[in-house]
């Protein structure tokens, strides 16, 4: 009798697990229409992709019914954030923070830096489209900033680099030898770079920066870590 009462509470209690995880799953693959978006601070935003890199790193990306996302976005978007980060094959955002159709703005370009067109792109996304939060998202061992630090010169390539400059200036003796095989050094200018990059788009944005001092948007850096699949966040 008791083991028969042990094994129905048992369960009971590994059903209403489930029944928990499949009720997570339906609210996590329901798309974002404008109200839930409204309804979405910019810290909700944040942590929403926070637990998503934490289930993404844990093996336990949510699967949802894409083509039921595409028809469910297709008359209209209203995604909770904007990411800007690198061209890096190995750090897709939406994979990372395991967002999917409708869910996020991404621009990419090669070391997760700034300019007018992406400035742009991102004052869509916020003021136009009413994203909440805006991620800069670097990784280690990224070839731009490698390339930076070895002061490659090489066609456009050239010019984009200059973009790194802020970061490189962050740079000290301390930090020993400009090589980009000196992998601590890398990284203290990719994380430079992350956090200036965040720090540059209120001063070169003032529709930005109004949202942001209105507390309509959170902007916010993170390097990502391409040998765990984590993401840390710097601000
Ligand atoms: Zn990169």
Not at 75 to 84: D, K, M
Not at 172 to 185: E, F, I, S, V
Request: glycine letters at 6%; hydrophobic letters at 45%; aromatic letters at 4%.
């Amino acid at each position: 009798m008791l083991t028969r009462r042990l094994f129905c509470g048992c369960l009971a209690g590994g059903l209403s697990l489930a029944a928990t995880a499949v009720h997570a799953q339906t609210q996590e693959c329901a798309v974002f229409t404008p109200d839930r978006q409204k309804s979405t601070a910019p810290d909700d935003s944040i942590a929403r992709l926070k637990a998503g890199n934490e289930r993404f790193v844990a093996g336990k990306s949510i699967n949802c019914d894409l083509m039921a996302q595409v028809k469910q976005t297709a008359s209209g978007q209203a995604p909770h954030a904007a990411i800007v980060g690198c061209i890096d094959s190995r750090v897709p955002p939406e994979l990372v923070f395991d967002q999917r159709i409708g869910d996020v703005f991404c621009a990419r370009v090669a070391g997760n830096i700034l300019n007018l067109d992406i400035i742009g792109s991102l004052e869509y996304s916020t003021k136009v489209a009413g994203a909440k939060s805006i991620v800069i998202l670097g990784h280690n061992s990224c070839g731009a900033i490698k390339s930076a630090v070895d002061n490659v010169k090489l066609g456009n390539i050239t010019a984009l680099l200059k973009n790194f400059q802020p970061a490189l200036a962050t740079l000290t003796k301390a930090d020993g030898l400009r090589d980009a095989h000196n992998d601590a050094l890398v990284q203290k200018v990719a994380e430079a770079n992350a956090k200036l990059t965040a720090a540059s788009l209120v001063k070169r944005s003032p529709i930005i920066k109004a949202l942001v001092d209105a507390k309509q948007v959170k902007i916010v850096a993170a390097m990502h870590d391409i040998t765990t699949g984590k993401v840390t966040w710097l601000s």
